[in-house]
Nanobody, 124 residues
Framework: QVQLVESGGGLVQVEGSLRLSCAAS????????MGWFRQAPGKEREFVAA????????YYGDSVKGRFTISRDNAKNTVYLQMNSLKPEDTAVYYC?????????????????WGQGTQVTVSS
């Protein structure tokens, strides 16, 4: 099992910024595509961003393109999500996830391991 622990969530104002971190246990972090998903109350889990094993390729959900940036530091077994220009609709629990499959997937069912989530609340 890969253990994933998110941190960095909190309460921010509209147009504010926040950076989430996800620390992974294990020695094979670089073998995983890493992704971020979010889930608001009463809604389905939504794809936010994903990054390739080397960090050379990234993919974003339409709702966050141009505002969010995913990155990773394989030496530290950590993936990040920089969130800028936050909107109230970004309010959700954010989860990081690890996918050992080939390619970058935007569907949650493809990911093998999940963190516990961190709450992000954007006030209006």
């Amino acid at each position: 099992q890969v253990q994933l622990v998110e941190s960095g969530g909190g309460l921010v104002q509209v147009e504010g910024s926040l950076r989430l971190s996800c620390a992974a246990s294990g020695r094979t972090f670089s073998n995983y595509v890493m992704g971020w998903f979010r889930q608001a109350p009463g809604k389905e889990r939504e794809f936010v961003a994903a990054i390739s094993r080397s960090g050379g390729d990234t993919y974003y959900g339409d709702s966050v393109k141009g505002r969010f940036t995913i990155s990773r530091d394989n030496a530290k077994n950590t993936v990040y999500l920089q969130m800028n220009s936050l909107k109230p609709e970004d309010t959700a629990v954010y989860y990081c996830a690890a996918d050992r499959s080939i390619g970058i997937h935007t569907t949650a069912s493809w990911y093998d391991y999940w963190g516990q989530g961190t709450q992000v609340t954007v006030s209006s």
